[in-house]
């Protein structure tokens, strides 16, 4: 089968490049480089220079006639959005509708497109979160996330083009970037394995719900056949601390130092955990890697870098 991903130099994407090469499937790479890294692509993946804004964009549609489409490219940054909400909407929002008007042309039978467990619910919601609690973005980039899958329903009622909405949760793993706005199990990682000091911001007792970028690939797997019309959610239904985090990574690197704090960053979230019953049931998918095993893979990749 021949799918496109779109960012599919990015952290998440790069993986799931990977694994659809590994499967058999023909695979053509969208991505602007503009955060995804050229050593990330892989070489059996025709790769694409392109902006998802870009008109060229029809080009590649016209070209390789895709029959999925993943679509992983996007403005990710929730703090770029606040300093500028029009750019997050032309990447996030009409980016996204220069691909589905692409997908309408040439013929697509269904997009997997990422939305965010994190952002698109109302905070404050009771947990585990399921996909029923009520939606209440407080950020351009959660309220364009969420667009995104109004506009999913939309493609599908009137084109009958079928959809997978991904609600990830705190994704971490293989690749994720320690620098600009990157997850914080990937600064931890970067910064306990060269033993720099650490900050956490709070008191450390904020909770996240951390999966491991190969559960993550697995559900996109999945999704290729499954869960049409669903928006899912892709966590563990686990909280973890951030001060818990950092036990874990300080005992796998032999980090000796003890964490500096500093106040809490405004508007932070202080907890999350997203209910996966949807998951297991319509994707029959749930996470294999505990936490520690899915950080020890990260750490021992990220060795294998310096």
Same mark, same amino acid.
């Given at each position: 089968m021949k799918v496109l991903v779109t960012g599919g130099a990015g952290f998440i994407a790069s993986n799931l490049v990977d694994a659809l090469i590994e499967k058999g499937h023909d695979v053509v790479i969208v991505d !602007?480089?503009?955060?995804? %890294?050229? #050593?990330?692509?892989?070489? +059996?993946? &025709?790769?694409?220079?392109? !902006?998802?804004?870009?008109? %060229?964009? #029809?080009?590649?549609?016209? +070209?390789? &006639?895709?029959?999925?489409?993943?679509?992983h490219a996007a403005q990710i940054a929730v703090r770029v959005s606040l300093k500028d909400p029009?750019?997050?909407?032309?990447?996030?929002?009409?980016?996204?509708?220069?691909?589905?008007?692409?997908?309408?042309?040439?013929?697509?039978?269904?997009?997997?497109?990422?939305?965010?467990?994190?952002?698109?619910?109302?905070?404050g919601a009771k947990l585990p979160i399921p996909e029923t609690e009520h939606v209440g973005p407080i950020s351009p980039y959660g309220v364009a996330k969420l667009a995104a899958e109004h506009y999913l329903n939309y493609y599908s009622e009137v084109f009958g083009?079928?959809?997978?909405?991904m609600r990830y949760s705190n994704v971490y793993g293989i690749r994720q970037d320690p620098h600009g706005e990157a997850g914080v199990v990937a600064i931890f990682t970067d910064s306990l394995s060269t033993g720099e000091e650490v900050t956490i911001f709070g008191d450390g007792k904020q909770t996240r719900d951390f999966v491991f970028v190969k559960d993550v690939v697995s559900a996109n797997l999945l999704a290729m056949e499954h869960g049409d019309n669903e928006a899912i959610n892709i966590a563990t239904n686990t909280q973890t601390s951030i001060n818990e985090l950092f036990r874990v990574i300080a005992k796998i690197t032999d980090y000796k130092k003890k964490a500096n704090y500093a106040d809490a960053k405004p508007g932070e979230v202080l907890h999350s955990r997203l209910d996966i019953s949807k998951a297991k049931k319509i994707l029959k998918w749930q996470p294999k890697y505990s936490l520690e095993e899915g950080l020890r893979e990260t750490i021992e990749w990220a060795k294998s870098r310096n």
């Open positions: !602007d480089l503009s955060s995804g %890294k050229k #050593e990330n692509l892989n070489p +059996k993946a &025709k790769f694409y220079e392109i !902006d998802i804004r870009d008109k %060229k964009l #029809e080009d590649v549609f016209r +070209k390789e &006639k895709p029959e999925i489409v993943s679509h029009e750019f997050d909407a032309s990447v996030n929002i009409m980016g996204f509708l220069n691909l589905m008007q692409n997908c309408v042309k040439y013929g697509v039978k269904k997009i997997i497109n990422v939305s965010s467990g994190g952002v698109v619910y109302k905070q083009i079928k959809y997978t909405s």
